[in-house]
């Protein structure tokens, strides 16, 4: 290798199809790494605005330093020569994620913002880096005119923006939603390493046969050996999820003090509660105070017609069916899985009186007629904070319309010791409704 400050590389400039194809796909890599970089590290440090903030700033830097370190190398050595090994490092580190965070997010569990920042870390920055490296080894390695740079620089930043917002989409809409994380990783994983042999393959037949040396050769079988191990731990590896829905980590545990007790975890935090044996044991606090509502609400074993936002474990439909019989209900869940694992495994079931409308809750309200419900229940919850949108005026206004005139709106909260947040949504509550208590 040359160390010469404008060296392009031996075999003349990269044609514009490869360049845009290579820049194209790392570019999507990147951003399909930062969408499941979430959910990687959810099950262990929770799903937050510090999670969230950790993944966007962990890629915003792996970005940052890999394109300059890719810049770098690019005015010293054949830029040709370093596209391969940079995209074959990228596909080894990306099968090593998962082994990385399965076993650093057990020493790593909670929701410290030094665990979530390290974790996030370990997770993406390394291969995201390597594939930050890849657009700028790609644009020296195509200049062959100066004249054509801002041409060379401006067409290969539109492909690379084009393939990172292909990638953000296609793995949220379509990815995520078909598959685990696991398989879209080794997908991915095997994507970069056909890329990387495709480059390699390239370089080798056009560099007018110039030998690789030693070290390169070594360095090249590390890689693959890593990538491999990689790949074949991730069927033995200690999965954190029982079932991966499209918003969560769901975990279903034994309660080991009463053997029909059943915990329903979402992303290292625990929801619901059920006894599959007594639907009227509430083991939440919060619950029980529902309860005693549901209690106080009608005469005993009076049916009542009950709209839920949010389903979780489904520990309030069950108690309201066991406890007034003939009631009905309608249940809004964003996540169709979980009501999968609901009925499943928590005992919910589903009938002509309990149905299930999936979706967001403040749209599917909009459907219910006016003062058709005696209760609306607001459980409904991203992680530790209430979903905004489910908590302004006009989102009242509308569950007011729904009840009846004697009609109850329950709304579970959380918030912290200050309670600036309660105290805010008891306000916009009580400018609906004439009777408010907290």
Known sequence: MSPHPNIRGQG?????????????????????LEVTGLRLVAPYVGLSLSSNSAVIGVALAAIAYGAWTGGWLADRFDPR???????????????????????????????????????????????????????????????GDLAMAG?????????GTVGGITATLGTGFVLVAAFPTSVILLGLCGLLTLTGAAALGYELATRGGRPWQPGQRGAVAVVALLGVTGAGLAPVLPEPCDTETAYHC?????????????????????????????PGYLGFEYVRWIGALVDALAPAGAPIAAAHLGVGGATLPRYIEATRPGSTGVLFELDADLITVATDRLGLRLG????????????????????????????????????WHLTTAQFVAEIRRVLRPDGVYVLNL?????????????????SVFRYTAV
Do not use: C
């Open 250 to 278: 769901a975990v279903v545990t034994v309660d080991p003090q009463r053997p029909s007790g059943r915990t329903l975890w979402l992303n290292a935090a625990e929801h619901s509660y059920v006894d599959l044996a007594d």
């Open 352 to 387: 002509p009186r309990l149905r299930v409308v999936t979706g967001d809750a403040r749209v599917g309200v909009t459907g219910l007629g006016a003062a058709t419900m005696d209760l609306v229940i607001g459980d409904a919850f991203g992680h530790l904070a209430v979903l």
């Open 414 to 430: 959380i918030d912290q010791p200050a309670g600036r947040f309660a105290r805010a949504e008891a306000a916009t509550v009580a």
């Open 81 to 143: 020569r370093l596209l391969a090994p940079a995209l074959l490092a990228a596909a080894a580190a990306t099968a090593l994620l998962l082994p990385t965070v399965r076993y650093a997010g057990q020493l790593l569990r909670g929701s410290d913002p030094g665990n979530v920042l390290l974790l996030t870390m370990l997770t993406l920055f390394l291969p995201a880096a390597l594939l930050s490296a890849v657009t700028p080894l790609v644009v020296k390695a195509q200049l």
């Open 12 to 32: 003349g400039p990269l044609p514009a199809p490869v360049a845009g194809a290579l820049v194209f796909i790392a570019s999507g890599a990147v951003l399909v």
């Open 151 to 159: 041409r060379v620089v401006g067409s290969l930043s539109g492909l």
